[in-house]
């Protein structure tokens, strides 16, 4: 993998690649903003990274479910499902890493990111020393 080429994520069953999605909004949405040009940039990124499988209106289904779990769920219990989805340590890192790109996509990760990438490092079972790494890796 690629740290700065994503993979396809065409092999992923849709439980996997919602997880890989959902995981990928949060970092999205981690500092509180989600403008319209960050959310179209974000709808382009994942109907490439999932080969157009999510797109257009499956997409804005998706991320409405995805908010509304988190809304209802919180956060912990949201995480926890994304890794049951996400059964294997190298799928945690691929989620990761792709929420690390979301994240820096603005051209600098926050703190609050920075924050909330070490916590889904946590609840994925990814050491934090190894997130750190990637985050700075992946940082501009």
Do not use: C, N, Y
């Not at 750190?132 to 992946?138: E, F, N, P, S, Y």
């Amino acid at each position: 993998m690629s740290l700065t080429s994503p993979p396809s994520l065409r092999a992923f069953d849709e439980p996997k690649l919602e997880a890989v999605v959902e995981l990928m909004f949060l970092a999205a949405s981690a500092d509180g903003e989600f403008s319209d040009e960050e959310r179209r940039h974000f709808a382009a990124s994942v109907e490439s990274l999932t080969d157009r499988r999510i797109a257009g209106d499956s997409f804005e289904t998706l991320i409405a479910r995805i908010a509304d779990g988190f809304r209802k769920e919180g956060r912990e219990r949201r995480l926890a499902e994304v890794k049951a989805h996400l059964a294997t340590p190298a799928l945690r890192r691929v989620a990761l890493s792709l929420a690390i790109q979301v994240t820096a996509a603005d051209g600098i990760i926050r703190t609050s990111e920075r924050e909330l990438l070490l916590e889904v490092a946590d609840a994925l079972e990814i050491d934090r020393d190894e997130a750190a790494d990637l985050v700075a890796k992946l940082s501009p």
